[in-house]
């Protein structure tokens, strides 16, 4: 800035090596530049005002430069106009230092850029980029014979190769649709890593080979890292050179089409091919590869092949920055109503979609970097997905809204009341009290409904099948009833080979004192007649359990449908539970950061999440005295359909069906207030509302946010 106030009298000239040509025609028809400057490989758009400001800018001066343009063209151009365009330039360095004042802009913008470890490493963490290859050359020489590839039969081959596959897959819809089971093992997600490398290679291949067919060039390939995340990009920056929108757009859609074609030929060989590995990889590539593609690269939020497709269609270079730009005006002008005027000039209904963009695309990168560090925390090292989230909620949250509060208090003389800013204001106070008073006072917890005296009756874990069935559902049962019979042919089978082996011993054992070769074997014979013993006894003791009855006095509940008389029943299968409905219990989870806000005694009810109207009133009489390490009740667990986060316990392989919470949780115990509610006949899983000591919404997320960085630092 400086240097555009010292040099309002002398232009400073461009270098030698900026090049202008012509591009596209703007949305409203008017013709358009495109400046390269090579150094950086970057692409600046010029209209045309700038253009004519630059090919006069040998002219001298501000004043003579602007006169000139007046003279030679129909433009009226004021030096705001060229002190403008020479900020611009001196900005992204496209001018010659030729003065001492204009080297020591430079140095001191080097240091500025420069910056503190702090900020490289901030940058470098979101995103980074690592050039590998410098492929031009072998794209130049190999191009010819990747020719045939863009031509239009091999376009229609590709797209009748697809539909077939299509069709044919539809015709055995559930066996591919069973192969996606099969992707979830260790070989699966080896496969998938595998598949999905050899996909993106692919995808930059074709923005390359496309870029070359339009005689661009194509400098660099390379890994990017997006918040530590590796993912492929070609630098095909080349393609502002051509005037052709068709060609550019082309160029960014080359990646996704290229894994379509893939995709079309792969779900063709899914049904040729059998089960087996190739099989999987065909899947792979038909379905979960294309479909990262057109979830990712899509995407216009982030600068992926989306982006620069739709910025292309629009005709809105840098497309993020200006939507960026015209939402922080329409933010400025809603609720404060400044009366700037509009960032660009540009038709109403493009105006409003571009704010709209915006705030999507806030809201997108924000989601994303944030689920990024949640799968970060639930996977790897805890300490380190909770710097990545503190990172990323500062970044794109705490760090935009300081900025816009600071240009908020630098423009409060331009702040008038104005019915409009007092609804603003009347916003922002009540969001403050929101957040800082006091005022929630409930603590809500994920909790199951269930009786005292419960019992879950089970099929045998061998085979049997239903004979008798001697209770319904909603009967009254007494301690000791009968509830069903079953029979089990192999078990049967199985005892009478036992009792015959075990004859046979006793006859053996009662002959081998007129029988050498019995009593030489007498030993044998005893252990023999023992095991007989034993498996005959324990198939008895499998027997007995063909016929079941209720330990308990209760009602009967939850009878498993189709179960009949002569049905076979799947080994361990539950058949239906005996529950007293009289003596109901609550068993809630409390999050550690509520913890303390809870006492014995207090209030509380319970929530069906099936029927919200069943509505249980409770009195708290438990709180545990330690966090709970193994969850006791599946059917609170996510992996049940539940609201409570758990993993597999991997410390202990024997133990890897057992549910560890993700969070520390302490199990509560509440009961049924005396006259409260109405008998439940079955488990139901809800939310218990406890009555506790009033926070605010920052105190809440303070305590958490403590609580977890004290346990994940072991302190």
Not at 44 to 55: A, I, N, P, V, Y
Not at 189 to 209: D, N, Q, R, S, V
């Amino acid at each position: 800035m400086d240097a555009a106030v010292s040099t309002a009298k002398r232009l400073l000239p461009l270098r030698e090596e900026i090049a202008i040509f012509s591009g596209p025609a703007a949305i409203d028809g008017s013709p358009s530049w495109t400046l390269h400057d090579p150094s950086s490989n970057r692409f600046f758009r010029l209209g045309w005002r700038e253009f004519e400001l630059l090919s006069r800018w040998d002219s001298g001066s501000v004043t003579a430069l602007a006169a000139r343009v007046q003279a030679e063209t129909t433009l009226q151009v004021e030096p705001d106009d060229v002190e403008d365009l020479f900020r611009f330039l001196v900005s992204f360095d496209l001018l010659r230092a030729t003065s001492p004042e204009a080297t020591a802009g430079l140095v001191r913008k080097a240091q500025r850029l420069r910056g503190s470890w702090g900020r490289w490493l901030l940058h470098n963490y979101l995103f980074i980029r690592i050039p590998l290859l410098r492929p031009d050359r072998f794209l130049t020489l190999t191009y010819p014979y990747m020719r045939w590839v863009f031509s239009p039969p091999v376009a229609a081959f590709v797209i009748a190769i697809g539909v077939t596959g299509l069709i044919r897959a539809t015709r055995q819809w559930d066996v591919f649709l069973g192969t996606f089971v099969d992707m979830f093992s260790a070989q699966g997600i080896i496969g998938f890593g595998i598949t999905l490398g050899c996909m993106k290679a692919l995808h930059e291949l074709g923005h390359a080979y496309t870029a070359k067919r339009f005689g661009c060039r194509v400098p660099t390939m390379g890994l990017a890292l997006l918040v530590m995340v590796p993912v492929l990009y070609t630098d095909v920056n080349d393609a502002w050179k051509l005037s052709s929108r068709r060609q550019r757009l082309a160029i960014g859609l080359a990646g996704v089409t290229a894994e379509l074609g893939c995709a079309a030929f792969a779900i063709f060989a899914w049904g040729l091919l059998p089960n087996g590995a190739a099989r999987s990889v065909a899947f792979l590539v038909a379905t979960s590869i294309w479909l990262t593609t057109v979830l990712l690269n899509a995407s216009p939020f982030m600068r992926y092949d989306g982006y620069y497709v739709l910025s292309d269609w629009l005709e809105i270079p840098n497309l993020h920055s200006r939507a960026f730009a015209l939402a922080q005006w329409w933010l400025r002008e809603t609720l404060l109503g400044l009366g700037d005027d509009v960032p660009e000039n540009m038709p109403l209904y493009r105006r409003r979609f571009l704010v709209m963009f915006a705030f999507l695309t806030w809201i997108y990168r924000f989601g994303l970097f944030l689920g990024i560090a949640v799968i970060v925390y639930h996977v790897a090292v805890k300490i380190l997905g909770i710097g990545m989230m503190a990172v990323e909620v500062g970044y794109f949250v705490v760090m935009p809204v300081v900025r816009e509060a600071l240009i908020w208090w630098r423009r409060r003389a331009d702040i008038h009341l104005t019915p409009r800013t007092a609804v603003t204001a009347t916003l922002g106070f009540a969001i403050v009290l929101a957040v800082l008073v006091p005022w929630r006072s409930s603590v809500e917890a994920p909790a199951l409904l269930k009786s005292r005296q419960h019992v879950d009756i089970f099929a045998p874990e061998f085979g049997a099948r239903l004979i008798g069935l001697d209770v319904h559902e909603g009967d009254d049962v007494a301690k000791g009833a009968r509830l069903l019979q079953m029979a089990s042919p192999d078990v049967d089978y199985r005892l009478g080979r036992a009792r015959t082996e075990i004859e046979i011993s006793e006859w053996q054992l009662g002959a081998r004192g007129v029988d050498p070769d019995l009593l030489a074997r007498s030993q044998v014979t005893e252990r023999e007649y023992e095991t007989a013993r034993a498996e005959y006894g324990a198939l008895q003791d499998q027997r007995s359990r063909l016929d079941v009855t209720t330990p308990v006095a209760g009602k009967v509940v939850d009878v498993a449908e189709g179960l009949e008389p002569r049905s076979w029943l799947a080994a361990k299968a539950r058949l239906m539970s005996v529950v007293d409905p009289a003596s109901l219990i609550v068993e809630a989870y409390v999050d550690e950061a509520d913890l303390d806000r809870i006492a014995l005694g207090s209030a509380a009810s319970f929530i069906a999440e099936a029927d919200t109207r069943i509505e249980v009133p409770l009195r708290l009489v438990e709180i545990a005295r330690a966090g709970t390490k193994l969850l006791s009740d599946p059917a609170l667990a996510s992996t049940r359909g539940g609201p409570i986060a758990v993993r597999p316990d991997r410390q202990n392989e024997q133990k890897q069906n057992e549910l560890v919470p993700d969070r520390t949780l302490y199990r509560v115990r509440l009961v049924v207030a005396a006259h409260g509610g109405t008998p439940v006949g079955r488990i139901l899983r809800g939310t218990a509302i406890l009555h506790g000591e009033a926070i605010s919404l920052m105190q809440r997320i303070w305590r958490a946010g403590l609580a977890v960085m004290i346990r994940e630092s072991g302190a």
